[in-house]
């Protein structure tokens, strides 16, 4: 019985070794076969592949396992990452007890898998396969059943990559911890410095480490995402989730549809989230952790709260002052703030605690909360109100109104404003306080000392920005006076710093002399804000200058603004700032210069549009989706442009559209959040009711002037002046009106209709449409514009787009009055 086995498995090996010779790649190993360097596992469906490799300009070989089906060649995972083989002599064994050895050209092993089975049972067969999902196994498999047993597998030990199908955190049995480590560099997948570890200490949490200093924290599982850190909803591509229990406490992460998709932490210390998209055949970066300055792990220290739409960021939780004002007031917030009056449990006071709730926040450090995923609100309370150190209490699950009980038992420390429904009640020494509105602007100190810390904080940036000259020496002393002190990475976390020393400041003298001292034929255009020239510089170089007329009404804080979002804006889609100049009351921005002028140029001129045919038109349709897509996910901060129009669409010497005209950009994080505004900034034709009527904007308000220029690109019309016979309809109503009756096709423009293809413009159309419709919740987010515009898959029907005018609306009465064309007007609240 048990010769004849050998003697099958014999036989077997030799089939299998002959087709190595022959280098055929398979998805499956047996016990004592090797895979060669220039040999390849293939996984059964195809998507993955395994075998040695060199990253990047590295000439070293490693065992890793990357992805096949989509062309470009992404690693998931590497064996031998830091004992690499230097030449092609490399060998992947199995060994018949299960383990893997990967053995240079001397015979010695470089890496081992160190997994072995109690030997002895000679009737199994010891396996390794490498799966579609990325993972590569080794199992006992019995001879009989199809029965198997897992020996080995690389899910197990991550490298930088966490792929869908991957626990992240402690398998408590086996004593596995599974985090994610970075490379070193693109060409060197060694340990890097970063890694992203779940932390088990209290209620479980993601911790960004760069060696022993906390960088950040992806808050705690909430039910709904991670609290600070938003996962799509329901129709989101991914899934996650924690398992809590004896045996393993980790965070699963599932692909909800069929997307291809990767988390990767980044050599430099990001953790980007991938998509595959197909068409264009690349990865989008769908989100960025960390987003912005407030995650840098505990800015504003102990009971501050940071939020990214303060200037400052920091503030103290009401019923807390700064611990030391003058480190505070000079923006060195690591110290945090205390109580203003002792609590009450404390002085031995008889009245009874209460508890501030604080509304939208990323709840603080976990690490030493204690938790109780049964227990209601109220028993929450109880609970902390009956312990004296017990200084907050929250939901562990926030959905359904709530459940579970998180409680805090020392300083609370990381905590972020941000938007969603995440509540924390903080304990304070006055009785019941619940249900107060969020505390950061009701500083007991009156506001009078916000107004002068804004102040002092607008001055500094003027500073800043003036004093460029000197600004290294500015950077190396504020450096020093800051020192290591309360910032770990002072250069990555200083927003400001950071971006104003990669940008080039110009002496006004440098400017006046590449416009011929903004002479009037250099002018190419006139904007909100004031006019732009054309220079050139000294070196040759074509640059567009746009200088902020002295009657504009943007002020220094707006010009900053602008200044640092752009700056820190890289996208092929977006027009790039090379630098600005301040000089008295000039302020100038400094942008690369593009030759071919903007899309309006050529959208609404019979004799320029026939130099857009429809595969360009169709490219600009992509080209502003994921330029706008950027602004919206992939950039640390969430920018909302809120004033797309056809001239705000540049176009390069390859007709690739760059979106331009930050200036009204107001950064903000969250998601899908809605913020009001009294000041309506944008153009008539291209902006949405809720922003128009009721001076709400979002990332939807984008998505709606985006499906207009897309309407407008495909029409050659106006939306503004759009007239069609004797119906009222606008563009919007027109298009909707030819899509009802199925004839979109009809709203194409007549010079297109010899290059037009026809499935591309229906799906184009179809996609404006539902951007443009009447209820911003309606209109999809960029990211799923990006992919309804490069799939195949069917579409939602739209509803009745915004200011469809059977009859004249109110809304629209209220607007065509104002005839501007870039409106800038007070809505009242
Ligand atoms: C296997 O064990 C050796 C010796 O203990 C160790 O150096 C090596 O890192 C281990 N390999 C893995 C992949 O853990
Ligand atoms: C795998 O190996 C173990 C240990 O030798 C053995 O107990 C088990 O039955 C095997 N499993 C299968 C499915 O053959
Ligand atoms: C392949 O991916 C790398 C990094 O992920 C990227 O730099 C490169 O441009 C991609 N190549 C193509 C052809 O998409
Ligand atoms: C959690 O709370 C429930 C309900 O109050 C209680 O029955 C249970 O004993 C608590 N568990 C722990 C570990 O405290």
């Known amino acids: 019985m048990e010769k004849k086995y050998t003697h099958v498995l014999f036989l077997l090996n030799m089939i299998l070794l002959l087709s190595y010779s022959n280098c055929i790649a398979q998805d499956v190993v047996y016990a004592n076969q090797e895979i060669k360097d220039g040999s390849f596992l293939v996984s059964k469906g195809g998507m993955f592949e395994s075998g040695f490799f060199s990253p990047g300009k590295s000439k070293n070989r490693y065992l890793g396992i990357w992805y096949k089906k989509i062309s470009n060649h992404t690693v998931v995972w590497v064996a031998n990452k830091d004992t690499p083989i230097t030449d092609g002599s490399g060998v992947l064994k199995l060994s018949r007890d299960g383990n893997l050895m990967i053995l240079n050209g001397e015979n010695y092993v470089v890496w081992s898998s160190n997994s072995t089975l109690s030997v002895g049972s000679t009737n199994m067969v010891v396996v390794m396969e490498l799966l579609d999902n990325g993972n590569l196994v080794v199992w006992n498999k019995s001879e009989s059943s199809t029965d198997r047993r897992l020996i080995w597998q690389s899910f197990d030990y991550p490298g930088d990559t966490l792929l869908p199908g991957m626990k992240f955190g402690r398998d408590l049995e086996r004593g596995l911890h599974r985090m994610l480590t970075s490379w070193k560099s693109p060409d060197d997948p060694s340990t890097g410095e970063y890694n992203d570890r779940l932390d088990t200490n209290g209620y479980p949490q993601t911790l960004r480490w760069r060696g022993e200093v906390l960088l950040a924290r992806l808050g705690p599982w909430n039910g709904l995402g991670f609290s600070g850190f938003p996962i799509e909803g329901a129709n989101g591509i991914y899934s996650a989730g924690i398992v809590i229990n004896d045996k393993e406490i980790y965070q699963l992460y599932e692909s909800k549809r069929s997307v291809v998709q990767r988390i990767v932490l980044t050599w430099e210390g990001k953790t980007q989230f991938f998509v595959w998209i197909e068409r264009i055949q690349d990865w989008i970066v769908y989100s960025n952790v960390p987003m912005d300055i407030c995650d840098s792990f505990s800015l504003c220290g102990p009971y501050g709260i940071c939020s990214i739409n ?277 302020l100038i921005l400094i942008y690369e210069y593009l030759p071919n002028k903007s899309l309006d140029f050529y959208l609404f001129d019979g004799t320029t549009s026939v130099m857009l045919d429809w595969p360009q038109r169709f490219n600009i349709i992509h080209g502003m989706a994921r330029g706008i897509l950027y602004l919206h996910q992939d950039s640390r901060l969430q920018i909302i442009h809120r004033d797309l129009k056809a001239s705000n669409i540049l176009l390069d010497n390859d007709m690739n559209p760059k979106i331009s005209d930050f200036g009204l950009a107001r950064n903000f994080v969250g998601h899908d959040t809605t913020t009001k505004t009294k000041k309506v900034v944008g153009t008539y034709g291209y902006i949405s009711p809720e922003y128009a009527v009721h001076g709400r904007f979002s990332i939807k308000s984008d998505v709606f002037s985006f499906g207009v220029l897309v309407l407008e690109i495909i029409s050659g019309k106006r939306n503004r002046e759009f007239v069609h016979g004797d119906q009222k309809d606008n563009l919007l109503g027109h298009a909707w009106r030819l899509y009802k009756e199925g004839r979109s096709i009809e709203l194409v423009n007549g010079t297109l209709q010899a290059s037009c293809v026809a499935s591309e413009v229906l799906r184009s159309i179809h996609v404006a449409l539902l951007c443009v419709q009447h209820h911003a919740e309606d209109r999809p987010t960029m990211l799923s514009v990006v992919l309804m515009l490069v799939s195949e898959g069917v579409l939602p029907q739209p509803k009745q787009p915004a200011f469809f005018t059977g009859e004249t609306h109110s809304e629209v009465q209220s607007l065509s009055s104002i005839n501007d064309y870039t409106i800038t007007h007070m809505v009242a609240r």
């Open 310 to 586: 303060n200037h400052p960021p920091c503030t103290c939780m009401q019923g807390f002052e700064p611990k030391n004002q003058e480190e505070w007031d000079a923006s060195d917030w690591v110290s945090g703030c205390i109580r203003i009056k002792p609590l009450n449990c404390e002085s031995g006071n008889v009245i009874e605690d209460g508890f501030r709730k604080l509304k939208g926040v990323k709840v603080p450090d976990t690490r030493r909360a204690w938790h109780n995923v049964s227990m209601t609100l109220e028993e929450c309370k109880t609970t902390c109100q009956s312990k004296c150190s017990c200084t907050a209490y929250a939901s562990v699950d926030i959905r359904n109104g709530g459940s579970g009980c998180l409680l805090w038992f020392d300083e609370l420390i990381d905590t972020r404003e941000y938007d969603a429904n995440q509540d924390i009640y903080i304990r304070t020494n006055a009785p019941e306080l619940e249900g107060l509105p969020g505390s950061w602007f009701k500083f007991t100190k009156r506001k009078i000392t916000i107004i002068v810390l804004v102040l002092t904080s607008s001055a500094l940036t003027l500073a800043y920005a003036t004093a460029c000259v000197c600004r290294n020496i500015i950077k190396r002393r504020h450096m020093k006076r800051r020192g290591n002190r309360y910032m770990p990475d002072e250069q990555k976390t200083n927003l400001q710093m950071e971006v104003l020393g990669d940008l080039q400041c110009f002496s006004l003298f440098e400017v006046a002399k590449a416009t011929c001292n903004f002479n009037t034929s250099n002018k190419i255009g006139e904007g909100g804000f004031g006019l732009v020239y054309k220079g050139v510089l000294e070196n040759g170089r074509e640059i567009a200058v746009k200088r902020l007329s002295e009657t504009s009404q943007q002020g220094l804080d707006e010009f900053m603004n602008e200044v640092i979002c752009i700056a820190k804006l890289q996208h092929r889609n977006l027009v790039k700032l090379i630098g600005y100049c301040i000089h008295k009351s000039e």
